[in-house]
């Protein structure tokens, strides 16, 4: 059982929260990876805070990731939608997202939502299929928790994908006819694709899909006792798996083709995933 950290912050973007949006309740946070976007079609009457105005959030520098925190409601759940995240290839620091997560931890949000983009290694899942995720491989094994103090940072990584938000995922998507597939996800750190022996590689190690995200963020939150569901939508095969050319502009050509189903599917799970609070030891 893991020693989460206790949400005792008072960072300067929670007051900016409060004056902007002082009624605002949050219970699920949703981070939107390329080809995710599409959920804020599904989002109520929102509020919308581009990042430059929360101090301490990121600043967006890869096309296809906003940059603004939208928080409303989505089929009937609070939620605080994060459009756009800063990677890890981008300045090297893989803590960029630790004040957006205990800011809306300290709003109210006991869930977190991960959404990415992630080439497969399995030839039953091609591009356009979707994956939740059941386990990670930190291939980079870097952490967002170097610099924290206690016994909370040795967090457990075991069922860091809650069991239980990922089987209701699965029945919400089987019950709306879409394949959810269950994989392990590895981090790589990018910003280059992989080669394909290192697609060979973590094939070999277990992965079922590589990527560039996620995996800092879900370190975040099982260290801040947050409950975390992660679904990838694969937008091509991993290097050398097929003919195809690899590219930023690829990616999100195929993430833009799948957008709709995979936006449509992600409001349905949010609205349906059952909440509860993290159970937590101190
Ligand atoms: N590798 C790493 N990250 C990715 C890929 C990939 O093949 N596709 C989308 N994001």
């Known amino acids: 059982m893991n ?41 109520q009457n929102p509020i919308r805070i581009p990042y430059a105005d929360l101090e301490g959030f ?4 890869v096309a296809g990731h906003c940059g603004e ?17 800063q990677h890890g290839y981008e300045t090297g620091a893989v803590d960029a997202m630790k004040t957006p997560l205990r800011v809306l931890q300290a709003l109210g949000c006991d869930t977190l939502v991960q959404t990415n983009a992630a080439g497969s290694l399995r030839t039953d899942m091609p591009p356009h299929s979707l994956m939740v995720l059941d386990d990670h491989i ?3 094994q870097r952490s967002p928790l170097i ?12 069922d860091a994908y809650d069991p239980a938000l990922r089987s209701q995922a699965i029945g919400i998507a089987a019950a709306h006819g ?8 590895a981090w790589a750190f990018g910003p280059q694709f992989e080669t394909p022996a290192e697609i060979r590689m973590l094939a070999r190690l277990g992965a079922d899909a590589v990527g560039m995200s996620t995996v800092p963020e879900t370190i975040l939150a099982r260290h801040a ?7 990838s939508l694969i937008t091509n095969m991993g290097a050398g798996l097929s003919t195809e050319q690899l590219s930023h502009a690829h990616t999100l050509s195929q ?14 799970i949010i609205g349906g995933i059952t909440l509860c609070k993290t159970e937590t030891n101190t």
């Open 138 to 140: 930190n291939l980079p």
């Open 255 to 268: 993430a833009q083709a799948s957008s709709e189903a995979a936006s449509g599917l992600l409001a349905a």
């Open 3 to 43: 020693a989460a950290a206790t949400v005792t912050h008072n960072y300067p973007a929670q007051r900016t929260l409060r004056l902007l949006a002082p009624r605002a309740r949050t219970r699920i946070a949703v981070v939107l990876g390329s080809g995710w976007g599409g959920l804020t079609t599904h989002v």
């Open 178 to 185: 879409v394949a959810l597939h269950t994989g392990v996800y």
């Open 147 to 158: 610099n924290e103090t206690g016994s909370a940072r040795f967090v457990s990584m075991v």
């Open 69 to 85: 925190l939208w928080l409303s409601h989505i089929g009937g759940q609070e939620v605080a939608v994060l459009s756009g995240r």
């Open 225 to 231: 006792g947050m409950r975390v569901l992660a679904l």
């Open 58 to 61: 990121p600043h967006a520098t």
